[in-house]
C-alpha cells in the first residue's frame, strides 16, 4: 500500500521523537529530524534521514521556534509535520503556520486546538456540548489588573475553596496553584501566571474547583474529516504527584460497561462538537459518586498513549499520519472502537523520570553511566537514551517509558513487577524506587484507593532510601574488604563456611600455589627492565 | 544458636569530650584492615549513617576440645554480624543479612550494582556508585584509621560560629528567571531570595535564616551549575 506521504518532518525530540520516526519508517516513509545543540548526536537524530538543526539548547530557542521548524520542514521537503507532545504541539499557531506552508500538520486543525486546546474554550464548548464541566470560571482572571481583584475574589467564592488557579494554555501542572483561602489568591494567580507564561508563552489563569479524591479517567479519540469521531478506549491515569502524571494503565480499572459506554459517549459528543479531526484526549475527573466531571482536552498524542494501543491492537501515530492525508478512520481503528467498552487485556506504563523520589521528585540530571533495560513477552519500552547520554537539564525529565502487556490487571502487574526488577539504571538518580514500591503496595495492586492524591499518602522517599542505604554500605564495605585483601574474587569467606583466604603453608595438593607467594615474583617481573 | 549474640548492641568506645551528633571515635588503636563507609557527599542526605566495617578477626589460639570452629563474622560497628557478600562478576552482587526482626533463619537477600570505584585525592578516599532497589547511592570508603585522625583533627579546630555568613548554593542545575533580594536587604527566614527554573519547573529558593544579603553570585538568566554560589546571607 502507498505510504500517506513520502517524506515528513518530527518536531520533537527524545523517545516520543524516536517513535513517530519509528512509525513513519514503518509506513515507507522518509523521517526528519530537528534538533538543539544538546541534542546534536541523540537517538532521534542518528534515526531520522535527514536533519535540521534548530538552535541553541534553551527550547525557547529552538524546538519552540515556530519560524525556524516550518523553515526546516521546507527545506528537507518535508511534506507533513507531527508535534509530538508538549512544545509546540499544542499551539494552534503552529499548525496555522504548517498548514499555510502549504503542509499537512499531523494533529487536529488549528481551529480545533484553538477551541479545545485552550482549557477555558473548551469547557465553553462542552457546555455547548452538554458535557458536565468541573465548577469554575469560564474566563480568564484578569490577573495585570489589580483594580478587578474584588470581582476575582468574589468568583473564587462562589468556586469555593480550596480551588485551584490553573494555566488556560496548561498541562502537566504547570502554571497551577492550590489555593486554600482568600488570603492566597492574588498570590497563587501572579505565580501561576508567571510560571504559565515561561512554560507556554501565555500567562491566562482561571479558577477551577479542586475535586478530591477523584480519579484521572481519559478517553482516547480519533476523527476524520467527515467528521466522524471515535473512542479507543479509556485510559487511568490517577497515579500523579504535582499533577504530574506516574503511571497510566488502560482500560480503567473497576468500571463497569455501562460505565464506560456513557464515557466514551461524553468524550466522542465533545470530539464532534469541536470538529475533531485527527487524534486527541478527553481528560475526566471520576468521583467517589460515579460521576465523570470533564476536565480538558489535550489535541495531541498523549504521553501514554501505548496503553491504548496495546489494549486496542492499533498503532495510535500510524492512524495519525493515515488521517493527516484525508484518509477516512480505518477498518482496524473502527473495529477498536467497536471493542472499546468490553476490553480483553491490560496495559500498564510507567514514567521513568530523571527525578530523586527522596526529594520531592527533584529533578536530577546528570550522566548515565549505566542501563539495562526489560526485555521478554509482554514488554515495550520506549526511550531514546543509553549508557554515557548526559540528561539535559533543559528538558522534560522523563527518560523512559516502560509498558507491560497482559491477560488483565493481575497479570500485568506481576509482569510489571518482573520487568522493573529487571530493570537496571545507574549515573542518575531515577523514579526507579518509587515504581518499585508502587506494585508492592497493596492499595495499588487492589486498585481499591486509586486517586489522584493517593502517591502524597503512600510514599515515603527517605524511609525508602534509608534502607537502600544501609544496604549500600554494607556491600560497598564488604567488597572492598574482600578487594584489599586480595581474596579470590573480592569475594568474604561465606557464613558456615572454611575460611579459604587464610591460606599459608605449603601449595594444595592439587599443585596450584597461593597467591601471596606469587605475588612477589610477579612484581620482580614487572620491574625488570624489558 | 547465635542469635542471643547477634542482638548485642554495638561497642561504643566514646572519648570524654564527645558530644552529642559526633561519631564514636575509639582512643585505642583501630584494628588496621577496618574500613569506615558512608554516603559520599555526592549523594548525601541529612540522618545517612556510617558504619566501621572490620574483617573477621584472626582466630584466637585453639585447643583440641573447642570442637568445631564457630563461623567468622565480619564485625559491623564491632559487633560480628552475619553478614556477606557474593559477587557476580566486577558490577553484580548479591548482599546477605540477617533478617531486620531477627526472625529465626530468615536472611534478606538483595541484588546490588557496583560501580568501578573512584579515587577521590582531596579526600584520600575511595568512592563508589552501588544501585540498590533503583536508588543510586554514592559510597565512601576510607580506612579506620584514617578517619578517626580526620575527625580528631576537626574536633581540635574548634566549633562552627552561628552568627557567620550563610551561603545559599544550588542544589539542582538550571537557569536563574528571577532574583527577587537585592545586596544589602534584610531578609527573613523562609523568604524567596530566587526562583530557578529547572525542567521546565519554577523552583522557589528561600533563605535559610534572617540576616542582610551580602553578596548576590549571578544574575537572571544565568544557567547553574550544582554547587555553584548564589546568595550570601550575613
Avoid at chain 1, 473564587?156 to 497551577?176: D, H, N, Q, T
Wanted: hydrophobic share 45%; glycine share 10%; charged share 25%.
Amino acid at each position: 500500500m502507498t505510504p500517506p506521504f513520502s517524506r515528513i518532518l518530527v518536531a520533537n525530540r527524545g523517545e516520543i521523537a524516536l517513535r513517530i520516526i519509528r512509525a513513519a519508517h514503518e509506513l515507507g516513509m522518509q523521517a526528519v529530524a530537528v534538533y538543539s545543540d544538546a541534542d546534536a548526536t541523540a537517538a532521534h537524530v542518528r534515526a531520522a534521514d535527514a536533519a535540521v538543526r534548530l538552535g541553541p539548547a534553551a527550547p525557547a530557542e529552538s524546538y519552540l521556534r515556530i519560524d525556524a521548524v516550518v523553515a526546516a520542514a521546507l527545506a528537507s521537503g518535508a511534506e507533513a509535520v507531527h508535534p509530538g507532545y508538549g512544545f509546540l504541539s499544542e499551539r494552534a499557531a503552529f499548525a496555522q503556520a504548517v498548514v499555510d506552508a502549504g503542509l499537512a500538520f499531523v494533529g487536529p486543525s488549528p481551529a480545533t486546538i484553538a477551541a479545545l486546546g485552550d482549557k477555558l474554550a473548551a469547557r465553553r464548548t462542552a457546555r455547548s456540548a452538554g458535557v458536565p464541566h468541573v465548577p469554575g470560571t469560564l474566563e480568564p482572571a484578569p490577573v495585570d489588573r489589580p483594580d478587578q481583584l474584588e470581582a476575582v475574589l468574589a468568583a473564587a467564592e462562589v468556586v469555593g475553596f480550596p480551588l485551584l488557579v490553573k494555566a488556560a494554555a496548561g498541562g502537566g501542572g504547570r502554571g497551577m496553584r492550590r489555593v486554600v483561602s482568600a488570603d492566597g489568591l492574588p498570590a497563587a494567580l501572579v505565580a501561576g501566571s508567571r510560571e504559565a507564561v515561561a512554560a507556554f508563552g501565555d500567562g491566562s489563569v482561571y479558577l477551577e474547583r479542586e475535586i478530591m479524591p477523584a480519579r484521572h479517567v481519559e478517553v482516547q479519540l480519533l476523527g476524520d474529516a467527515t467528521g466522524q469521531v471515535i473512542a479507543l478506549g479509556e485510559r487511568d491515569c490517577s497515579t500523579q504527584r504535582r499533577h504530574q502524571k506516574l503511571i497510566e494503565e488502560a482500560p480503567a480499572p473497576g468500571l463497569s460497561e455501562v460505565e464506560r459506554r456513557r464515557l466514551h459517549a461524553m468524550a466522542v459528543r465533545l470530539g464532534i462538537a469541536a470538529g475533531l479531526q485527527n487524534a486527541a484526549t478527553a481528560e475526566f475527573l471520576y468521583d467517589r459518586d460515579g460521576s465523570f466531571w470533564f476536565l480538558e482536552v489535550n489535541t495531541r498524542l498523549q504521553v501514554e498513549h501505548p496503553v491504548t494501543e496495546l489494549v486496542a491492537g492499533l498503532d495510535i501515530v500510524v492512524e495519525q499520519f493515515r488521517l493527516a492525508s484525508g484518509a477516512p478512520l480505518s477498518r482496524g481503528a473502527l473495529a477498536a472502537a467497536e471493542r472499546a467498552a468490553r476490553p480483553t487485556t491490560h496495559a500498564i506504563e510507567v514514567r521513568i523520570s530523571a527525578e530523586d523520589p527522596a526529594r520531592v521528585f527533584a529533578p536530577a540530571p546528570g550522566r548515565i553511566t549505566r542501563w539495562a533495560m526489560p526485555a521478554g513477552p509482554g514488554v515495550r519500552v520506549d526511550t531514546a537514551v543509553e549508557a554515557g547520554d548526559r540528561i539535559p537539564a533543559e528538558y522534560d525529565p522523563l527518560i523512559c517509558k516502560l509498558i507491560v502487556h497482559a491477560g488483565d490487571r493481575p497479570a500485568a502487574l506481576r509482569r510489571l513487577r518482573r520487568a522493573l526488577a529487571e530493570t537496571e539504571i545507574g549515573g542518575i538518580q531515577t523514579t526507579l524506587p518509587f515504581h518499585r514500591a508502587m506494585v508492592e503496595e497493596p492499595d495499588f495492586v487492589g486498585a481499591s484507593g486509586l486517586s489522584t492524591t493517593w502517591v502524597d499518602a503512600h510514599w515515603d522517599g527517605p524511609v525508602s532510601r534509608a534502607r537502600a542505604v544501609r544496604v549500600a554500605i554494607l556491600a560497598a564495605g564488604l567488597a572492598e574488604l574482600g578487594e584489599t585483601a586480595g581474596g579470590p574474587g573480592g569475594t568474604l569467606p561465606q557464613t558456615g563456611q572454611d575460611d579459604a583466604r587464610h591460606e599459608s603453608g605449603p601449595p594444595s595438593r592439587d599443585g596450584s600455589v597461593p597467591a601471596w607467594r606469587t605475588a612477589g615474583r610477579a612484581f620482580a617481573v614487572d620491574r625488570w627492565p624489558r | 544458636m547465635s542469635g542471643a549474640r547477634r542482638q548485642r548492641p554495638p561497642t561504643m568506645i566514646a572519648g570524654p569530650t564527645r558530644e552529642a551528633g559526633d561519631p564514636a571515635v575509639p582512643d585505642g588503636p583501630a584494628d588496621p584492615a577496618a574500613v569506615r563507609v558512608g554516603v559520599a557527599a555526592s549523594s548525601r542526605q541529612e540522618g545517612d549513617p556510617a558504619i566501621t566495617l572490620a574483617p573477621a578477626p584472626d582466630p584466637v589460639t585453639r585447643l583440641p576440645q573447642d570442637g568445631s570452629p564457630e563461623p567468622r563474622l565480619p564485625l559491623v560497628d564491632g559487633v560480628a554480624t552475619a553478614v556477606s557478600l557474593e559477587r557476580f562478576g566486577d558490577s553484580r552482587a548479591r548482599l546477605t543479612e540477617p533478617a531486620a526482626d531477627g526472625a529465626a533463619g530468615g536472611a534478606l537477600r538483595t541484588d546490588v550494582l557496583l560501580g568501578p570505584v573512584r579515587i577521590d585525592r582531596a579526600r584520600g578516599t575511595r568512592v563508589r556508585e552501588v544501585v540498590v532497589d533503583g536508588w543510586r547511592i554514592d559510597v565512601e570508603v576510607e580506612f579506620e584509621r584514617r578517619a578517626v585522625l580526620r575527625e580528631r583533627a576537626r574536633r581540635s579546630a574548634g566549633t562552627v560560629s552561628l552568627g557567620g555568613p550563610v551561603e545559599i548554593r544550588a542544589i539542582i542545575p538550571g537557569r536563574v528567571v528571577a532574583v527577587t533580594v537585592a545586596v544589602g536587604d534584610n531578609v527573613e527566614a523562609g523568604q524567596q531570595v530566587l526562583v530557578v527554573e529547572a525542567m521546565k519547573m519554577q523552583n522557589e529558593l528561600r533563605a535559610p535564616r534572617e540576616g542582610s544579603v551580602e553578596r548576590i553570585g549571578v544574575a537572571v538568566g544565568d544557567t547553574i551549575e550544582v554547587g555553584d554560589l548564589l546568595v550570601v546571607i550575613h
